[in-house]
């Protein structure tokens, strides 16, 4: 099986981190996001092809792939962001127009699923979360098979939306000449959204065309393309890889007046001095932190803090945050 990740877009809503950095490089929970997928996929041994689509900063991503993973990856390029659709049928030349079964994965959403399972099915099958406001989503319409029907685009209502089943970014396509055709088919017709070539209508065309899809629910859906998600995935991994029991006595002996507070990520050569760490924080290697409170957030490597309490942060490689301590002389019933 042949398996697409389409990186190639901008990352805007988490600038500034992805002004020098591709979105999929960002360290959550001690890893750039790419890796637990490509690490996923490996370990599963279910794919023949892993192909990145890539496009602003690939090459970023490329040297990443190539000096961790001992596999041989392709790599094709999407000249212009013109959409998820668009970016999926870039990695057409793969195929050399065979047919083939087809992983899609968003490169932004980890996905604690079991991808086997999801792929042991005669149908297509696209995953699905339940969610309780589905106004914000791609949600399917099912027939009393459970097979899709249609694609439904950010219903205006829970009560007009025919399901409260998510689109959450992983697609499995037993055909991917039926793909690919009706990529061409949403392409040659300029079928657009907001100036996008959207996968969904590609979707809904092969279904159109008698493909029959099912949905597997997926219940881990991390998704990491804001900053807000991007820490919520950060503390679902450190609370999932939390050994409590002696790691809490290990970390905190090894730096000086500190105290440790489960789960964290530390890597190497990080100095801590006089602070709480924890939970749920993520430093990262070369930190140095004096005098703080870090909690609820993302260090990337060489960053230093001093003297500040941190809470849902997210601070660039090389950031120095420092604060002088208040000098006050405060009157009664005051508020600062
Ligand atoms: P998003 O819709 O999150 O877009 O793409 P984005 O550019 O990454 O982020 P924002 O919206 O500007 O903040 C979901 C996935 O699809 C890829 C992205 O790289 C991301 O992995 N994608 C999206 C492409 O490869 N090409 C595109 O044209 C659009």
Redesign the pocket.
Known sequence: MKVI??????????RPH?LHN???LLNVGGKPMIHYIIDQLIKDKIASSIIL???FLGDKIKEYLNSTFDFDFDYVE?A?????G??VYCAKSVFKNKNDETLII????LFDVDLKKMIRNENSVIGVKVVDDPRRFGVVEKDDQNLITRFVEKPASAEVSPSNEAIV?LYYLKNSKKLFESLEYVMNNNITVKG?FQLTDALENMINNKEKMTTFNVEGWLDC??PETLLETNRYLLQKRSKKSSAEKSHSAKYKNSKIIEPVYIGKNVKIENSIIGPYATINDNCVIKNSIVQDSILDKYSSIENITLTESIIGEGANVKRNALKLSIGNYSEI
Do not use: M, N, S, W
């Not at 990740?5 to 988490?14: D, E, H, K």
């Not at 212009?80 to 998820?84: D, F, N, Q, T």
């Not at 968003?106 to 959403?109: F, P, R, V, Y």
């Open positions: 990740i389409p990186v190639a877009g901008f990352g805007t809503r988490l992805t591709p979105k999929v689509v890539t496009g999407q212009e962001a013109k959409g998820l668009h970016a968003l490169g932004d959403t970014g996008e393309g804001k």
